[in-house]
C-alpha cells in the first residue's frame, strides 16, 4: 500500500504543473489524478499522475504529469481482441518531453535513467518535444518518455485506453491506480 501523504504531495505537484501549462481542472478532476507508482516504490524516479477526461469505446483524453527526469517506463499497448492496440497523440503542454520509440538509437540521448532501470530500456530512438509539438504512436509501439529538467505536462489523444492490459518490459511493474 502506498503511503496517503505521498499521493497527496505528487497530486499537488501534479496540479502545480497543470497550472504552470495553463490547463484549469475542476476540483473533481483533481480527486481523479491517478498517482501511478508501477508498483516500484520510487515514484519520484518512475511515475506518472494521470487525469483521464474521458476513455470511452472509441476515443480517450488525458494529461500525463511527470517530475523532473521522472519516467514512464517501456511499455506497449497490445492486440486486445480485434482491438489493435492504442494509438496515441502525444502533445506537450509544458516542459520538454524525452520520447523513445524503435528506430536508430540517439548517440547522446537526453534520458537520465538510473542504472538499475537503464536495463529495462531497450529502444533509443530519441524524439524531443517541447510546447505545442507532438508525436502519433501507432498501435503496438514499443516506448518510454522522461521529463526533461523543469517537470513536462502531455496531452493524450487515442483509441481507447486499456492501462491496466499493458506490457512493460520490467517484470517488476505492477499497474495498479492509486487516487
Not at 491496466?164 to 520490467?170: A, M, N, P, R
Amino acid at each position: 500500500m502506498i503511503d496517503r501523504e505521498l499521493i497527496d504531495r505528487g497530486k499537488t505537484e501534479a496540479k502545480k504543473l497543470l497550472e504552470k501549462a495553463g490547463i484549469a481542472i475542476t476540483e473533481e478532476e483533481a480527486g481523479r489524478i491517478e498517482f501511478c507508482d508501477y508498483g516500484l516504490g520510487d515514484f519520484d524516479v518512475i511515475g506518472t499522475e494521470i487525469l483521464t477526461y474521458v476513455n470511452t469505446e472509441r476515443v480517450c483524453a488525458k494529461e500525463m504529469m511527470l517530475k523532473p527526469y521522472q519516467v514512464c517506463p517501456e511499455h506497449i499497448h497490445p492486440r486486445l481482441g480485434d482491438y489493435p492496440g492504442k494509438e496515441e497523440t502525444f502533445r506537450c503542454r509544458y516542459g520538454e518531453v524525452y520520447l523513445y520509440i524503435p528506430g536508430e538509437p540517439c548517440a547522446n540521448p537526453k534520458a537520465k535513467i538510473p542504472g538499475e532501470y537503464r536495463k529495462y530500456m531497450s529502444v533509443w530512438h530519441e524524439i524531443v518535444l517541447r510546447p505545442g509539438e507532438q508525436y502519433i504512436l501507432k498501435e503496438k509501439t514499443l516506448h518510454w518518455f522522461q521529463a526533461g529538467p523543469e517537470g513536462a505536462v502531455i496531452s493524450e489523444f487515442s483509441t481507447p485506453s486499456y492501462d491496466e492490459k499493458d506490457i512493460f518490459t520490467d517484470p517488476h511493474i505492477k499497474r495498479e491506480a492509486n487516487y
